[in-house]
């Protein structure tokens, strides 16, 4: 019987594992060596290895099992993926598409919620680690074996890392997550007074010499924050100084697109004795035509959750805004902001509900213990300052999972922690 359940626990280690995997962008360029068909074969079958896990623990046979397994605790979080879902729905141009999308972000929130419930926070984050591992060690793979499909087209950007990604964007903000994770495990670590494995260290010092060859600034900089936070001065600061974290998001994303609007345009010519870009690398311009976009179409529901960069006659109505010949009137890679993405694919709905949510989840932050509070300050960070200039809450991958996770995390106080009473239950 134990054996029984121990080959159980593995087994579901190895699903969770290769979920994370995926959601880190694997198989990633290997797909340009073997052909699109390698992305889409894993991406489904982590979707439905999540469906199976939650399944396979939802009770002891079959006939008990169950697929929902719904918790007051998290009531916001479901009305936020609830409200998504609906709005989509009614406002796409595509319904086969957009359900499809629904039902798989659907299911990543879900599975991250029962990560919650099943595992200790340290135990989600060491399978986390375990993964990059994995990540890491396929990245040197094909850099090693399919060095001529390691490249930049732009002669400006050869020199950049990329690995399984497409840019040096997404290698690096993934290299940052990789290594922030590592930093909470750390003063987890030092908490319990256990000792670091030395492949720990060896796997912290990789990652962190692959985030210095993508070029990545903005990455580096995202990441320095929260880890300088975490290593400096949370430790210090204690109960009675948390940060206040919803209320922080809110107010500093709000608040960057604020000035990011207002503000440093009036400081161009500054900028340009400086020799910088006053324009954030054209993503001003961006945000103002975005913006301008959706306050004059689909104000309210946005073009469904994922879906703008999908619909061809919203983008081409976003690229009129700009010179035909224009870098602008041709780039499809997203918006570059949380909140501007998020406008378009949500509308002000999606936004106002994912900001009550982020502050009904975060409202009691001093009831979290030690660890959850140390995670979810390290995330929160990091997500608010990678949204700033980059695209977040989209599709299924890492981040969106993570934010459902830490979401999910926050909900569970000091007194309660995984597995928790049937009473529980809605």
């Not at 709000?254 to 990011?260: D, R, S």
């Amino acid at each position: 019987m134990e054996r029984s359940a121990s080959r159980k626990s593995s087994v579901i280690d190895l699903i969770i594992t290769f979920i994370f995997l995926n959601s880190l962008g694997f198989p990633g360029n290997f797909t340009r060596v073997f052909g699109d068909w390698l992305g889409v074969v894993v991406e489904y079958v982590a979707f439905l290895l999540m469906i199976a896990v939650m399944l396979m623990t939802s009770a002891d046979n079959v006939m008990e099992m169950v697929v929902l397994d719904l918790r007051k605790k998290y009531a916001s979080i479901y009305m936020l993926a609830a409200v998504l879902f609906v709005t989509s729905m009614v406002v796409t141009v595509s319904i086969s598409k957009q359900s499809i999308t629904c039902i798989r972000f659907t299911v990543t929130v879900m599975f991250t919620l029962w990560l919650c419930n099943q595992f200790s926070l340290q135990e989600v984050l060491e399978r986390v680690y375990f993964a990059q591992i994995l990540f890491i060690g396929f990245t040197l793979v094909f850099v090693v074996l399919f060095s001529s499909y390691v490249h930049r087209e732009s002669a400006a950007y050869a020199d950049d890392f990329v690995g399984l990604y497409s840019a040096k964007n997404g290698a690096g903000s993934e290299l940052a997550f990789g290594i922030l994770v590592q930093v909470v495990l750390l003063r987890l670590y030092k908490q319990q007074r256990k000792q670091v494995p030395s492949l720990f260290i060896i796997v912290l010092a990789v990652q962190a010499v692959l985030l210095f060859l993508t070029h990545n600034v903005g990455a580096m900089l995202t990441l320095a924050v929260p880890v300088v936070y975490l290593l400096r001065f949370q430790p210090r600061w204690g109960l009675q100084w948390r940060l206040p974290l919803g209320w922080m998001y809110v107010i500093g994303s709000v608040g960057f697109l604020i000035v990011a609007l207002t503000i440093i345009p009036l400081f161009e010519p500054l900028f340009e004795a400086l020799g910088k870009d006053a324009t954030l690398t054209g993503r001003i311009p961006l945000w103002e035509a975005s913006l301008d976009l959706i306050m004059n179409n689909h104000t309210l529901m946005g073009y469904g959750y994922a879906m703008f960069w999908r619909d061809e006659s919203a983008v081409a109505l976003l690229h009129s805004a700009f010179d035909e010949n224009s870098f602008m009137a041709q780039q499809m890679s997203g918006s570059h902001n949380v909140l501007i993405e998020m406008l378009l694919n949500s509308g002000v709905v999606g936004v106002g509900m994912f900001f009550i949510t982020m502050l009904a989840t975060m409202k009691r932050i001093r009831e979290l213990d030690e660890e959850r509070y140390i995670w979810c300050s390290g995330y929160v960070i990091f997500f608010m300052m990678y949204g700033f200039t980059e695209r977040a809450f989209t599709t299924y991958e890492y981040l969106t999972m993570f934010l459902f996770f830490t979401l999910g995390a926050a909900c569970c106080r000091a007194d309660r922690g995984p597995l928790l009473r049937r009473s529980d239950h809605l």
